[in-house]
């Protein structure tokens, strides 16, 4: 357990060790015993060995820089600038880093990184007009906003005088970037009267800390989003631009007409000093609301036009766009241009993936990884108990009395996790549970007033009975909890009596909040420092809890929606992120058909940031890259939802070269099960009848040299489930058919056979059938298909 001394020791190290040769074992631990001395009571054998590991652990944490597509005249103007180029806002925000405890290869990769984004930005000093347009591709709570903290700082230190920052669509996402803006790269609390302070320094924080001298004019705080007439009142601070000018705000139509407004009369009152400084927009979360939806070249959404007139304003202006799913930034035409407010969009100058550190807890490791062939998903449980509760599909007037089980469970498992890390030593740290079952308001309070009155009872019982010792178990509610930890958390610490003493002070802070547009409820998270308790939240929400929002410490998660587009689910995912020192007690509670399709997206995103990279290799541009990802299967789910905004049909080519397609979902009505096995009897009988080849191996039986029409007629009758969307046989037969001559005339067809088990002859042909169970679930709720795990149906061969 890390006490207070032993993390001013592990910091202090750590500062030594920065861009330091690699110590060995002996080494590490002499310097550390080195500088204990410094930190009385002085650390003792034991604690000195926790710190050295720690280290270990963090020096093995790795980051790739990730893949670089250029657009085409690209030159390089950085590395000649470097020399009259003074650090200042960069320098401080690394050791702001450093102090934050992150993995030293991380920052490394974060200031390798910022400085091949920054290269292909527009050279500030460069006299003449441009317009750079560019996207970051990062995960889901990876770190994106400290990717752009650190681009921020950089390009103010090389010349950018106005930085303009469009966060989400949600004011608690608004402040909550501002916040980490302030601490990044202002170094003061921006909510602050900083010029009626005594030598300005009471309110310095962050990156303050390490030099005060300067500080960046902020037009907005993390109470006020920007305003005109804040806004000329506060021109004094401005003046020559001797510091650059910050701007955090909201992508809202209303924001951001007020802010072209006032740059707009600045210029019309004779002041072209702004709009000729060299502009840097930085959208966060810029496939939301950023894009133009209404398709038609005469036709721009309220938003998108609004961007593309503020960078219009601009002789020199640059676009980033930061995302984590980036399938709809890419649908942008590259080619389209409006008379008024001119080009879309589209990343013609650089697109730049960023690679997650190996310690990232994502989509990967959760819903590949985490999920076996055989066993169960270590993360990951099932919600099958809300449809008679809580129905996914619920209207605005409908009532709920109760809460699932399941939703019960996760509350005893939140509580056990909290308990768990105060038991570990982190009592200081905040620890959340979401809960996003609703995008319904009314809904949602109504699930706050129940989650809290299960909590209360938990509470209640915990106050009255958890001192008593083995007899508390007489209690229900203590109980339940004992039993969730038998199930949840016997193997993370095996001694119950010492989670019951400690369940009292776990529990008894436990807030239940509502996070929407309508709630006065405030998650509030203070620096974090030993001494001192730190928050427990359970926030309820919908769409305010589904982009950007960072909740701290999140250990537990009930997920209940039902949407299957890409981005959406993705972003929904404030479970991904960080999770040192306690992803062994995080558990997510979501539906079946929820697990699939996010092992499905899960596989496209790795497959989207493997794309990238060869057409890095390959030396392509953003549009060559485009065209890939637009003929990417899983593009599908993009544009379903895009053609719904338009009401006209869209066509897109998939491509199906070089990928692996497989039925994720197969129907179970009696007449497609009936019509499929026909089909199959007839391919096989084919196969067998007409003297191809046919060797026996591991598999099963393999026919090779089979004709392309045999293969077509069984493609053309089967009866494809409406949810398995990569396998639709009219798409894949016409790719087929365009190659029946050449490349695909014969083909290898595997009849699939275990090698022990019941054999069945029911297809013309002695095999050992793989075994699929339907969940009774999916009957009782009309589900007319079922998948296997990871949304996948065959076995791996």
Known sequence: MMTSNSENVKSTVLSVLFNSPRKTEAELRELIKAIVPLYPPILNE????????????????????????????????LDNAKASITPYYWSRYEKLLLQNNLPEDVIRTTDKVTDTILSRLGNPHLEKQWDRRGMVVGHVQSGKTANYTGLICKAADAGYRLIIVIAGIHTNLRNQTQERIDEGFIGFDSGKEWGRMVGGRKYVIGSGNFGADRRPVT????????????????????????????LVIKKNHRTLQNLLDWLKDNSASGDQQMIEQPMLLIDDEADNASINTKYGKKLVTTINGQIRDLLKLFHRSCYVAYTATPFANIFIDPDQEHEMHGEDLFPADFIIGLDAPDNYFGATKVFINGIPDEGEPQWLRPIQDNEDILPINHKQDFILNGIPNSLTKAVRSFILARTIRNLRGEEHKHCSMLINASWRNPIQKQIRNRVHDAVERIKNSVRLHSSLGTAALNDPEIFALKQV?????????PDWSKIQTQLHDSIAATSVVIVNKDSSDALEYPKEKRGSKGKSYIAVGGYALSR????????????LRNTMMYDTLMQMGRWFGYRTGYEDLCRIWMPDEAIDWYSFIANATNELHEELKDMEKSKATPKQFGLAVRSHPASLLVTA????????KVTSLIGLSNQFIETSKVTITAKSI?????????????CLNNNFHQEPCKWGLLIRGVNFDVVDAFLAGWDNAEQSILTDTAPVRAYLRHRKDDELSEWDVLIVSLNKGTVDESLG??????QRYVCLDDLKHNFMSFSGKKMRVARAC
């Open 641 to 648: 939802r895009n053609k719904m905004g338009s009401g006209q």
């Open 674 to 686: 009936e019509q499929n096995k026909l089909l199959a009897r007839e391919l096989i009988g084919k």
């Open 485 to 493: 930890w038998e199930e949840e958390y016997a193997d993370n610490e």
């Open 548 to 559: 950007g929002l960072t909740l701290e410490g999140l250990t537990t998660t009930w997920f």
């Open 765 to 770: 042909v002695e095999i050992v059938p793989i």
């Open 219 to 246: 037009l907005t705080t993390r109470i006020h989003d920007f305003n005109k007439n804040r806004a000329d009142s506060d021109r004094s601070q401005i003046g020559d631009y001797v510091e650059p000018v910050v």
């Open 46 to 77: 034991q604690e000195i060995e926790e710190v050295a590991r720690e280290i270990e652990f963090q020096q093995g944490i790795k980051a790739g820089l990730g893949a670089i597509v250029d657009g085409e005249g690209f030159e390089p103007w």
